[in-house]
């Protein structure tokens, strides 16, 4: 069923009782070409673009929970290509041009807000550090603008320009940048897979990988083994346990990452904005509550909840930038477990094991890159060799050295 201003029309005339379920939920068959494990945004985008660009279609994504359940629906939606490195720039700049078509594309509303990132600075050494990112894009045909204090100021004349501590001097602005519904993007992209011919079949934990001879043959699940010639681990959080599965350790750390949204109030940011001086970043949804969030926790977890400490950081931070959110009450906060790589870069990559591919690493920022994952990740699925945008996403990268230190922190995966 398409969707359309003719069928919403048609729809609201007849009680709103035609409209068909988005996908199917469906039972797992014995046997697929493909199998994606994990059915978040990069699971299913990775399933759409094998049925539409590859015409392969016998393939299932496997979903432990339901879909959209793990950091697909628990990101802050925040949408940019506002890197500095060679290995990252062209693939975050193609997220960001498949976001721009992404709703066409997909027949869905995602939402997608090209409202603009501007990336505060507090510091000559920070400007310069914004200056040298912003050229970078640039080069790479990306749009980037350095704006000083007054025109910060012009944009966004709330915040504290008075700080004697973190002065606001300016800021990196990607007006391209902006916000797009996670939710949306995970049922448009499961619509979208479904109507091809993919199985989306939910509470279906992967619990073992079955190796013949160096070969993958399949999985068990907790609803019976089933038989493929390749699978795909698109796991975020869960990337080591998974790997683990098949005898491999990943140099992957999961850490919890906290957001939070507050009460709704009238229109007042009509941005998102990033605190160049702490980890805090917000934004406003549509229904009018502030989102935003900062740093990942400080231990390693698998609990999708986070910690005080880091609750405390976030609204100390929030506090020194724009005073006035002390008044604002928190509605909710959770958190989701991050795949924090130890460069702060993705992996999109084959593994030893024949048949089985990897894609994980995403650590704070991988609600951007699920339009360019799915399609690159699907290109390495379906022809064996990697995709021109994500060829530096190579998992052997930690043991020759070739690092993508988007950050310049090394292995800190509380730094990046
Ligand atoms: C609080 C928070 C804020 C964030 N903010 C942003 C942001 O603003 N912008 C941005 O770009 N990124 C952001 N991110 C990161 C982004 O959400 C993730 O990098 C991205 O969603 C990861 O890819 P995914 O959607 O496929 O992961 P997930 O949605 O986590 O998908 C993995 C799926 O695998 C399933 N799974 C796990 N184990 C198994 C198993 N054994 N068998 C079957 N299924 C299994 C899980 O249930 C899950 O649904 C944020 C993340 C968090 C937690």
Redesign the pocket.
Known sequence: MRYSALSLVKNALTGNRSWKPAWRDAAPKAAYDVLV???????LATAYYLAKQHGLTNIAV????W?????????????RSNYLMPGNVPFYELSMQLWEGLEQDLNYNAMVSQRGVLNLYHSDPQRDAYARRGNSMRLHGVDAELLNREQVREMVPYLDFESARFPVQGGLLQRRGGTAR?DAVVWGYARGADMRGVDIVQG????GIRINSGRISGVE?TRGFIAAGKVAL?????SS??AGMAGLRLPIESHV???FVSEAIKPLIDTVITFGAGHFYVSQSDKGSLVF?GDIDGYNSYAQRGNLPVVEDVCESSMALMPMLGRLRVLRS??????MSMDGSPIIDKTPVEGLYLNSG?????????PASGLCFAHLIARDAPHAAAAAYRLDRFATGRLIDEKGAGSQPNLH
């Open positions: 494990i994990g059915g978040g945004g990069h699971g496997l979903e432990k929970s879909i959209g359940s793990g950091n697909a629906g628990r990101n802050t939606t925040i949408i996670h279906c934990e992967v619990t699940t698109a796991v975020a959080g869960n346990r998974l990452l906290q957001a969030g959770w958190g989701g477990i991050m795949d995403w650590c704070y920022g991988g609600f951007k890159a699920t």
